[in-house]
């Protein structure tokens, strides 16, 4: 089980009041008690935290990253993860359902 972060991305266009820093990560983990753990320990509140459907998560800024990396959270890219979260091969596990089926 793993926390991970993203490669850090400009937010200059995303600027409001609610985020007013220029550059900004992703943080999610393979369960929610992992994120919500590592969230507490780097000082995050809880209501930052973003319940989406495809990537639950929290934004860093690049010191709440490199404290974050520091504290053991893994580099991993958005397409990495979406990668490793669905099936290499979608048809072929299809197909395998279908057959296991018919026997």
Request: proline content about 2%; aromatic content about 8%; some cysteine.
């Amino acid at each position: 089980m793993a926390v991970y972060v993203d490669e850090l991305f400009c937010t200059e266009a995303m600027q409001s009041k609610r985020w007013r820093y220029s550059a900004a990560c992703h943080m999610w983990a393979d369960t929610l008690e992992e994120l919500h753990a590592m969230a507490g320990k780097l000082g995050l509140k809880m209501s930052w935290f973003q319940n989406h459907e495809r990537l639950p998560h929290y934004d860093l800024t690049i010191n709440k990253r490199a404290l974050a990396l520091r504290l053991g959270a893994v580099k991993m890219s958005l397409r990495d993860h979406y990668r490793k979260a669905r099936p290499s091969n979608a048809k072929e596990a299809r197909s395998e359902e279908a057959r296991s089926e018919h026997q």
